[in-house]
C-alpha cells in the first residue's frame, strides 16, 4: 500500500509560479516511479510529467515542457512539481501517482498507476 498527499495548489495570476509537493507514504520511496496527472473540468485526465524512481529520468507533457519541472527527494519521500509562467488553461486539480511495476521507463498512461492522491486544485487567473 501506498498513500500519496497532495498540497501546494491554490490561486494563481497568469504567468505566475506555484510548487506542488506529492508526500508519500507505506513502500519504500526510491522502489517507484511518479507522476504528475491533471484534470480540468469537463475534460479527461491528462498526463503532466513522469519521474523515474531515482530521478535519473523524466518525461514531459508537451503542453507543459519548459515551464513545469518535475523533481523528488527520496530522503523526504516527497516529490514536487515546480510550474512556472502558468496559463490560465492550467487550471486543474492535479492529482499525483506512484507507478510500481519494476519498469525501466516512465510511462504516460494513467491506469498503469496504481495509487492516487485526493488531489490539489490549481487555478490560473487570467
Known amino acids: 500500500q501506498v498513500q500519496l498527499v497532495e498540497s501546494g495548489g491554490g490561486l494563481v495570476q497568469a504567468g505566475g509560479s506555484l510548487r506542488l509537493s506529492c508526500a508519500a507514504s507505506?513502500?519504500?520511496?526510491?522502489?517507484?516511479?511518479m507522476g504528475w496527472f491533471r484534470q480540468a473540468p469537463g475534460k479527461e485526465r491528462e498526463f503532466v510529467a513522469g519521474?523515474?524512481?531515482?530521478?535519473?529520468?523524466?518525461n514531459y507533457a508537451d503542453a507543459v515542457k519548459g515551464r513545469f519541472t518535475i523533481s523528488r527527494d527520496n530522503a523526504k519521500n516527497t516529490m514536487y512539481l515546480q510550474m512556472n509562467s502558468l496559463k490560465p488553461e492550467d487550471t486543474a486539480v492535479y492529482y499525483c501517482?506512484?507507478?510500481?511495476?519494476?519498469?525501466?521507463?516512465?510511462?504516460?498512461?494513467?491506469?498503469?498507476?496504481?495509487?492516487w492522491g485526493q488531489g490539489t486544485q490549481v487555478t490560473v487567473s487570467s
Open positions: 501517482a506512484a507507478d510500481l511495476h519494476p519498469r525501466t521507463t516512465v510511462v504516460t498512461s494513467g491506469p498503469l498507476y496504481n495509487y
Open positions: 507505506g513502500r519504500t520511496f526510491s522502489s517507484y516511479a
Open positions: 519521474i523515474s524512481r531515482y530521478g535519473r529520468s523524466t
